[in-house]
Nanobody, 122 residues
Framework: QVRLVESGGGLVQPGGSLRLSCEAS????????MAWYRQAPGKERELVAA???????KYADSVKGRFTISRDNSKNAVYLQMNSLKSDDTAVYYC????????????????WGQGTQVTVSS
């Protein structure tokens, strides 16, 4: 059973920084991509940043220049460094990963973490 476990959320003042971490555990063949989504109260879940490879990353326009996604393939982990945080960044942040469970899989399975709360407030 594959699990994604997030950590690093919390309360931070506007202009501050936080670093989110997510590690995939369990038995699987390979990871295709890892990403971060967020969902604010009353809003739909949205993509924040995604990483398919070291040179294939994308960001939501609202976080470009402030957030950085990175991966440690040796740990099956993805990180989200969030700088210059704004109140609009307040949301539950979810780790997402497309994972090939076996070498025979024709398509990856989508997995989600349980979410971690990020609150930006003075």
């Amino acid at each position: 059973q594959v699990r994604l476990v997030e950590s690093g959320g919390g309360l931070v003042q506007p202009g501050g920084s936080l670093r989110l971490s997510c590690e995939a555990s369990g038995s699987f063949f390979s990871i295709f991509s890892m990403a971060w989504y967020r969902q604010a109260p009353g809003k739909e879940r949205e993509l924040v940043a995604a990483s398919i490879s070291s040179d294939n990353k994308k960001y939501a326009d609202s976080v470009k220049g402030r957030f950085t996604i990175s991966r440690d393939n040796s740990k099956n982990a993805v990180y989200l460094q969030m700088n210059s945080l704004k109140s609009d960044d307040t949301a539950v942040y979810y780790c997402n990963s497309d994972i090939f469970n076996t070498a025979r899989d024709e398509a990856p399975t989508i997995y989600w973490g349980q979410g971690t709360q990020v609150t930006v407030s003075s």
